[in-house]
C-alpha cells in the first residue's frame, strides 16, 4: 500500500474503535463520546476537539496531541490493528430535559458552594438567562446578539461536576453591564460571575461573555463584530490558559489580558478565597 494511501486510512480510523480497544474509559454524551480523565474532550467518529486546549483534528492529530506520537508512530500504531469487530455503545436518544418548577439545586450549589450572590442568580433567572433543568442542573442560557436562545451552557450540581455546551460556534453565554467599551472573555459562565462580583462597583460598563471553554471562535467573532471595544482575556492561570493567550495574541494582537492573581487558578477559586472578602 502506498505511503497516501495508509495514511489516508490512518486519518479516517474510527477513534472511538480504537480507545476502547486500547482500554480508554469513555463516557456517550449525545452523539459524541467523551474521555472519562478529560470533560472537555470529545470525540466523534474519526474526529476529537479539546475545548480546554483549544486543538481539533483527526485520529492521526489525536494521537500526535494526547499520546506524543510523532507523525510516523500514528501512522503505523492507526494502520497496524485491525478494528472492525469492536462494539462501539450504540447511540440511544433520550427525552432532553425540560425546566423543572423551582431553582432549589441551583441557588444551592450556585451560592453555597460557588460562593456567588443570591441577588445576581435571581436576576439570572428573571431575566431568563439560567433556569433549573429536571435533572438539576443549571442552564445558562446562550443568545445570538439580538438575544435570541440558541443553545446552553450546562453545568451540573451534583459531586460528579460536568459541563456541556449544547451549541459551540461564534456565540456564548454573556451579560451586557451599560453600553460596553470593554469584552471580557471567560472559561465558563461561573467564572464570568465570580469575576463580575469581585468588580461590580467597576465594571460598568462591560459586556462579559462565557467561552464555554477555550474557544477561539467566541473572542474572533465578537472582535469582527466589534473591533472598535477593548478584548480583554480573563482565562485560567494554567498552562492551557497561558497557551491560549500566546495563540491568540498572535492572531489577534491587541487583545489585552486580565487574570486571577496568580496564587489563584480562575476566578471562582479566587472569589471564594480572597476576592470575597472585598465584597
Given amino acids: 500500500m502506498k505511503n497516501q494511501e495508509l495514511i489516508k486510512q490512518a486519518r479516517q480510523t474510527n477513534l472511538v474503535a480504537y480507545l476502547i480497544d486500547k482500554g480508554e474509559s469513555l463516557k456517550r454524551v449525545g452523539k459524541n463520546f467523551m474521555l472519562e480523565s478529560h470533560d472537555s474532550l470529545y470525540i466523534k467518529d474519526n474526529m476529537f476537539i ?3 486546549r483549544n486543538t481539533k483534528g483527526n485520529s492521526i492529530d489525536f494521537l500526535m496531541c494526547y499520546y506524543n506520537f ?5 501512522v503505523e500504531e492507526l494502520t497496524s490493528k485491525s478494528l472492525e469487530d469492536i462494539q462501539i455503545p450504540p447511540y440511544e436518544p433520550s427525552e432532553p430535559p425540560v425546566r423543572a418548577d423551582n431553582e432549589k439545586r441551583v441557588l444551592g450549589y450556585l451560592c453555597k458552594k460557588r460562593c456567588l450572590e443570591s441577588g445576581i442568580i435571581f436576576s439570572l433567572i428573571k431575566q431568563g438567562k439560567l433556569y433549573q433543568d429536571t435533572n438539576g442542573n443549571c442552564n445558562f442560557v446562550i443568545t445570538d446578539w439580538e438575544e435570541q436562545p440558541i443553545g446552553k451552557e450546562i453545568v ?3 459531586d460528579t461536576r460536568f459541563k456541556l455546551i449544547s451549541t459551540h460556534s461564534g456565540y456564548g453565554f454573556h451579560t451586557i453591564y451599560g453600553d460596553p467599551s470593554d469584552i471580557l472573555y471567560f472559561e465558563s459562565a461561573i467564572d464570568l460571575l465570580s469575576c463580575y462580583q469581585i468588580y461590580k462597583d467597576k465594571f460598568t460598563h462591560h459586556l462579559f ?3 464555554g471553554g477555550l474557544n477561539s471562535s467566541v473572542v474572533h467573532e465578537l472582535h469582527r463584530l466589534k473591533p472598535n471595544l477593548k478584548h480583554w482575556l480573563c482565562v485560567d492561570n494554567d498552562l492551557a490558559g497561558t497557551n491560549f493567550i500566546a495563540t491568540m495574541k498572535q492572531e489577534i494582537e491587541e487583545l ?14 479566587y472569589l471564594c478565597g480572597a476576592g470575597k472578602k472585598q465584597n
Wanted: proline share 7%; charged share 15%; glycine share 4%.
Fill in 70 to 74: 510523532t507523525f510516523q508512530q500514528a
Fill in 156 to 158: 451540573g450540581t451534583s
Fill in 50 to 52: 479539546w475545548y480546554s
Fill in 256 to 269: 489585552h489580558i486580565f487574570q486571577p492573581p496568580k496564587n489563584y487558578k480562575d476566578w471562582n477559586e
Fill in 209 to 211: 461573555v462565557s467561552m
